[in-house]
DNA sequence: TTATGTGAACGCATTCACAGCC
DNA sequence: GGCTGTGAATGCGTTCACATAA
C-alpha cells in the first residue's frame, strides 16, 4: 500500500478523530525540535495512548509509515492535515457576540488552524453595526442575504441556551450546514447538517462527578 | 431496591456521566413546566437516545422508579444532583485572565450550578492587583499560601498552551486536585489529581473532519 | 396494561500478537 | 533486529427482550 491517504472505508470513531488531533499537534512540535523521524511508541507516550492504538488509527486511511523505521514527521505531518481536512481555509462567523463569542472572535485557535472569522452576529440593535475587533457586526436577519454572497462554511454558536434553538434554525434556514455550539443545550439539525457541541456546563458537571466519587 | 442513590459499584463510563448531565437539565425542565411525573421513553426522545440507555444508565446508580409508572420528575432530578455531586458548592479559581479567562469569570453557568468563582490568578504583573468584575488579580505565585488559608476545589486554567503544563503543576503543588483545562494541549498531573480538558483546537479539527468526509 | 430494572446478546473500539518488510 | 500493519482476541458500552412490579 503507499503513503498516500485513502479515503476513510468505514466510519471513523470519534475517539479515533480526537487522537488524529492530538497526534497532528505532537507532529508539529517534533517538526519543531527539528526531527526527521519518529515511531509509532514516540507519538504513543506523548498522548497517553499505546503504540498499537496509534498504528490501528493511522491504518483506517493507509500506510504511512516503513516498517523497521517508523514514519517521516514532514510527511505524516502533511497527510494528518489532509485527513482533518485542515489544508483549506474555512469560513467562519460567530453568531452571538456576548463575552463568549466576543472571546471566540479574537482566538488564536481559530486562525492558526485555517478557520477565519469573516463575520459577527447579533440580535441586540445596540450592537449591529459596531465593530468588534475590526469586523462589524450585522443583524441576524441578514444572515440569508450575506451567505448568498459569500458562502459561510461553519457557524459559531454562541449565544443564551433560551436563543440557540432559533439562532440555529436561521443558520440552518441560510444554507450553512456547519455548526459549533457552545450553548448548554441539546440542539436538533437536519441529517445533512454537521453540529458539534462544547457544552461547558456538561463539562462541569463530569469534572464534580469525578471528584465527588474519588475515595 | 429503594429509591436512594447508591455509591457506584463499578467504574463509570464517561459517556453515562454526559448523559446523566443531559437527563438533569431535561429534569429541570419538565419541573419547570409543572410536571411531576416523567417515563425513560420521554426522557430520551428529549436527549436523542433510548429508553433502554436511560434506564440502564440510572440503574448503575440504584433504583429510581415506579414500574407500570415510571419516575417522579422532582425525585430524579434531586437524585441526578446528588450523583452529580451538585449538592454542595465548588470553590473555583481562574488561573490566566486573558479573553478566555475573563470571559469565564463572569460565565453565569458557573454560578448557576455551585461553581463559585473565588479567585483569579495571572502572570502578568500589569493585571495582578487590578479588579475584574469585582474579583482582584493575585500573582500566581500567592496560590499555595491563598490556598492554605482558603482551600480550593476546582482550578480553571485559561493560559496560553505554552504556560499550561507550568501552571498546572503550580496549581498541583499549591495542593489543588480539581483542574479544568482550556489550554489546547495534553497535560500530565499525579494520579490523585483530577484533569478535565476542553480542547477547542480539537474540537474545532473534529468539526473540520467531519465536514471533509460527507458525501 | 404499562413501564421499570436487568441479565444476555450484540457490536464496536482497544489490545494483542505476529507476519511482513526495511 | 526493529518497527509497521493487521487479523484475531478481548473488553466494554449499547441494545434487546423479558421478568417484575404497580
Redesign the interface.
Known sequence: MNSQAA??LKR?A?ST??R???Y??FLEEFETAGLTTVSSDELAA???TTSAQVRKDLSFFGSFGKRGLGYQVAELTQSMRR????ERD?RVIIVGVG??G??LA??E??Q??G?RVVGLYDSDPAKVGREIYHLPVRAIESLSEDNREQPV??AVIAVPASAAQRVVDQVVAAGI??I?SFA???L?VPA?V?L?T?????????????????E
Not at 198 to 214: C, G, I, P, T
Request: proline share 5%.
Open positions: 479515503p476513510p471513523i470519534d478523530v480526537r488524529l488531533s492530538l497532528l499537534r506523548r498522548g497517553g485527513i482533518l481536512g485542515l474555512w463575552k463568549i466576543a472571546a479574537q482566538f485557535g481559530f492558526q488552524r478557520f462554511d461553519i450546514s456547519g459549533m448548554p443545550i441539546q436538533h445533512d454537521t458539534n462544547v457544552n461547558m456546563a456538561m463539562e462541569l458537571e463530569r469534572l464534580s462527578f469525578a471528584l465527588s466519587n474519588r
